[in-house]
């Protein structure tokens, strides 16, 4: 089983709710990554994190909140976010010991996320 | 600091012609050079990548990219491509836990 699994597929929020996106993976990866692309440009990254533990947070602002229940799962909390964090969010994961730079990330589907 | 330079946004091809998608880096440690390749409305799927060893490295749908360390370059062709190659192609280079993705190419098939 090498699949990354994302859901909802699609979230519509206003900028008062309080959402999640979920991540699962059943790989062994211990390495887990969450990412935001916006159209026609390259995913960037977010979050990573290493043995279920916050090991990058590429200076994100805190309206999104990263969790690592588990080994298999991966959730983004999102509040009070702003029309222009409307983007697909990708989860992903890599195997080896955090994630080493020779190994590959798989990435999940990811969801795609309107905020009005 | 590892960074890399896709230099073309788009590329147009006709059915059945070869592709080149050309892809430059810079990198003050070991490389490690990947594409993958995102189709419409879906997640990045590796298509291949370089570690070491041979500097030609193939997929199984066809794609091959050779590493040339001395013009820092890990350019992607196709012999011939079909409508199904439609899709954006990133190339990235890994450095410690994180991918830097180049700003991506668009390939159009025309038929």
């Known amino acids: 089983d090498t699949e990354v699994t994302q859901t909802p597929k699609h979230l519509v929020m206003g900028m008062t709710n309080k959402k999640s996106l979920k991540c699962e993976q059943h790989?062994?990866?211990?390495?887990m990554y969450w990412y935001k692309q916006k159209a026609k440009k390259p995913p960037e990254l977010m979050f990573v994190?290493?043995?279920?533990?916050?090991?990058i947070n590429e200076s994100v602002p805190s309206r999104f909140s990263p969790e690592c229940p588990n080994s298999s799962l991966l959730n983004l909390h999102l509040h009070a976010l702003q029309p222009e964090d409307s983007a697909l969010y990708l989860c992903?994961?890599?195997?080896?010991?955090?994630?080493?730079?020779?190994?590959?990330?798989?990435f999940g589907p990811g969801t795609r996320l309107t905020v009005t | 600091a590892q960074s890399v330079t896709q230099l073309d946004s788009q590329v147009p091809v006709f059915e059945e012609a070869p592709v080149e998608l050309r892809c430059n880096y810079s990198?003050?440690?070991?490389?490690?050079l990947f594409w993958y390749v995102q189709y419409p409305n879906q997640g990045l799927q590796l298509l291949l990548k370089?570690?070491?060893?041979?500097?030609l490295v193939e997929s199984i749908n066809g794609f091959e990219a050779e590493f040339n360390k001395s013009q820092t370059s890990f350019h992607l062709r196709k012999p011939s491509v079909h409508i199904s190659d439609t899709a954006e192609y990133f190339c990235?280079?890994?450095?410690?836990?994180?991918?830097?993705f180049g700003q991506g190419t668009r390939l159009t098939i025309n038929p």
């Open positions: 992903a994961s890599s195997q080896g010991r955090g994630g080493g730079p020779q190994y590959e990330q798989y």
């Open positions: 790989m062994g990866h211990r390495a």
């Open positions: 994190y290493s043995y279920e533990k916050l090991s």
């Open positions: 990198s003050s440690v070991s490389v490690y």
């Open positions: 370089y570690l070491s060893g041979s500097t």
């Open positions: 990235a280079v890994s450095a410690s836990q994180k991918l830097v």
